[in-house]
């Protein structure tokens, strides 16, 4: 079973920018697409990004234009590059491995993934 650990959050202002990296062990992550969602306290998880095996992207309505997901197949490192951060983007981050099927749905943009595992989640708060 593949392991994600992130890294990378903080505390930014409105219009700043933050990088996060997730670093996956484990299986090897070529087989899954990798993705990002995001979540609150008592609040549904939502789907950021994901990036797929022939490198395309699927970006959520609200972060698109301004987040960019990319992956290192050969450092196995996945990451999301978060500029132009507003105060609704503060929520807890979460690397995910993606598959195609599965009862674990996660929708990101227009494409329902499945999601098979995730990291410990790292904090992103954004003051206004």
């Known amino acids: 079973q593949v392991q994600l650990v992130e890294y990378g959050g903080g505390s930014v202002q409105a219009g700043g920018s933050l990088r996060l990296s997730c670093a996956a062990s484990?299986?090897?992550?070529?087989?899954?697409?990798m993705g990002w969602f995001r979540q609150t306290p008592g609040k549904q998880r939502e789907g950021v990004a994901a990036i797929r095996n022939d490198g395309s992207t699927s970006y959520a309505d609200s972060v698109e234009g301004r987040f960019t997901i990319s992956r290192d197949n050969v450092k196995n490192t996945l990451y999301l590059q978060m500029n132009s951060l507003k105060p609704e983007d503060t929520a807890m981050y979460y690397c995910?491995?993606?598959?195609?099927?599965?009862?674990?749905?996660?929708?990101?943009?227009?494409?329902?993934?499945?999601?098979?595992?995730w990291g410990q989640g790292t904090l992103v708060t954004v003051s206004s």
């Open positions: 995910a491995a993606l598959s195609h099927t599965g009862e674990n749905i996660l929708q990101i943009g227009s494409t329902v993934f499945n999601l098979a595992a």
């Open positions: 484990g299986y090897t992550n070529s087989n899954f697409c």
